[in-house]
């Protein structure tokens, strides 16, 4: 096993189906949790722990935002900047690449990426639309997911997509396939996770051990 970091991981699931899922692994805030919301899922601390976030601003942020039957995932407050974009009508792509380029990656001792991805819920071949991104010390770029196709990136890992097979057949059931499962088991000290699933409509779930 080895250390990742966070992970997101979007595309569609093994029976075709849009998702995102979103994973928060640390070494040093473990007390925190994922909330679920109409359209949103938030990583916010533990009760008893909130004074965390005087000690690392990054530690709090909506995770996921559902915007007009698009969902957005990533691994801080740029999930918001990127749902505002698309919501101004602002094309998927240059959603991300703008939120990537403006606010860069963190500005910790780790120079902590910061990654993100977008999927929609269309499922036909020629209109369905799915990116992910990342903006490290290096580089920003931000790739093209191929229909029918699922991966995966972490702030600590390869620095491009992985791809996956991401076996959750619904929410609830991503939210703990992101946290422990498949080829995610092989990643140490996971948190918290959340996960959406297009199934007529977007349903996010949360997984807190």
Known sequence: MKYTGRIISIGMNKNCKPYVAYRVSSRSFPNRQCLTFDNRATIVPKEGFEKDIFENTYITYNCIRIVNDIAIVSNGSHTDVIADKIFLGMNIRDAIAYSLLTMDYEKDDYHTPRIAGVVTSISNKEDYE???????????????????EAVFISTYGSQDY????????????????????????????????????????????????
């Open 130 to 148: 799915c990116y992910i991104g990342i903006a490290n010390d290096k580089k920003l770029l931000v790739d093209k997911v191929p229909y029918g």
């Open 162 to 209: 992985d791809k996956v097979e991401f076996e959750a057949e619904n929410s609830k059931e991503a939210a703990q396939y992101i946290f422990d499962q498949g080829v995610f088991a092989n990643y140490k000290k996971p948190v918290t996770s959340g996960a959406a699933i297009f199934d007529g409509e977007w349903i996010i779930e949360s997984f807190v051990p």
